[in-house]
């Protein structure tokens, strides 16, 4: 004889209610192991030149979730100390008073590949070696200004990320 049927009916609901809750939870956990974050920021050259909404549109259109998103203005202090992997080299001071020099919009986005599909949107640092129809070939003023950061490894990224944001923010 089937148990189930022997069990009283609170039990059954609680059964029930423990395999709907043991399959949510096993779906959601294969779609986050399936996620991986990124971090971006839309540097100032392209937030002074109103360009935010459109390269927001491309990451929108490229599949990619925007789970973090805020509008600030960096010190001077604090680009130094995102950037202080750069510290040693010659660009370091111009890099961090440009970063300080007006608003920046930073992101945390989120889709299956998301560092190398990031990356490829953006197009090559030098806008010059920048495949056609990526953000840094459309819109970068020049290799200095070159309208957008990202990771680019998962380490960067979990450095990158809580620099900005809490988990709290990240929805």
């Known amino acids: 004889m089937n148990q189930s049927m022997n069990e009283p009916p609170s039990k059954k609901l609680d059964n029930l209610r423990a395999g709907v809750l043991s399959e949510m939870f096993s779906f959601m956990t294969k779609s986050e192991e399936d996620m991986e974050r990124t971090f971006a920021i839309i540097k ?9 909404g459109k ?19 960096l010190s001077r202090e604090q680009a130094e100390g995102f950037y202080y992997v750069h510290k040693a080299r010659p660009f370091f001071n111009d890099l961090c008073a440009f970063m300080s020099r007006s608003p920046v919009i930073v992101l945390c ?21 920048a495949e056609p ?3 840094r070939k459309d ?12 990771s680019d490894a998962p380490e960067t990224a979990a450095f990158e990320i809580p620099y900005f944001f809490s988990t709290l923010e990240l929805v």
Do not use: Q, Y
């Not at 100032?44 to 935010?52: G, I, N, S």
């Not at 390269?55 to 203005?73: H, P, W």
């Open 139 to 150: 819109f970068a003023v020049n290799i200095e200004e070159n309208s957008s950061h990202g």
């Open 109 to 129: 986005l989120e889709k299956e590949n998301a560092i190398a599909d990031w990356r490829t949107l953006m197009g090559a640092t030098n806008p010059a070696n």
């Open 133 to 135: 129809g990526t953000i």
């Open 44 to 52: 100032p050259d392209a937030v002074e030149r109103k360009l935010a």
């Open 55 to 73: 390269i927001l549109d491309r990451i929108e259109a490229k599949g990619f979730s925007i789970v973090g998103m805020k509008k600030i203005k």
